[in-house]
């Protein structure tokens, strides 16, 4: 079932595709993750204070990885503009009458 427009929309205002969407939550979540990778690497090798700096930050970063991934795309919009076109001419189907005969020539 198609769904009926009484005017024609403007398209400019709508969201990104989905796969668009599910493209840029991944890549959001993979550096994420490889920050929190490199967290884990410099808790091993780095001491004192930054080494537990770095062990929260490894802890902490998957919660807010998926917060931050999961964001939905945050346009925010009262949705398609209708186009003016009062005052444009509109164009109609011709009519023929079954009286008038198209071959013929009088």
Same mark, same amino acid.
């Given at each position: 079932?198609?769904?009926?427009?009484?005017?024609? #929309?403007?398209?400019?205002?709508?969201?990104?595709?989905?796969?668009?969407?599910?493209?840029?939550?991944? #890549?959001?979540?993979? !550096?994420?993750?490889?920050?929190?990778? #490199?967290?884990?690497?410099?808790? /091993? !090798?780095?001491?004192?204070?930054?080494?537990? /700096?770095? /062990?929260?930050?490894?802890?902490?970063?998957?919660?807010?990885?998926? #917060?931050?991934?999961?964001?939905?795309?945050?346009?925010?919009?009262?949705?398609?503009?209708?186009?003016?076109?009062?005052?444009?001419? +509109?164009?109609?189907?011709? !009519?023929?009458?079954?009286? +008038?005969?198209?071959?013929?020539?009088?």
């Amino acid at each position: 079932m198609s769904q009926q427009h009484e005017a024609p #929309v403007s398209i400019t205002s709508a969201r990104s595709s989905r796969s668009d969407d599910i493209k840029r939550r991944e #890549v959001k979540y993979l !550096v994420s993750m490889g920050i929190r990778t #490199v967290c884990f690497v410099l808790a /091993v !090798v780095l001491s004192g204070p930054m080494r537990w /700096v770095m /062990v929260a930050g490894a802890f902490f970063l998957p919660y807010f990885a998926v #917060v931050i991934a999961n964001a939905a795309d945050g346009r925010q919009s009262a949705g398609p503009a209708q186009f003016e076109d009062e005052d444009l001419p +509109q164009i109609t189907a011709a !009519v023929q009458h079954p009286e +008038q005969d198209v071959g013929s020539s009088s």
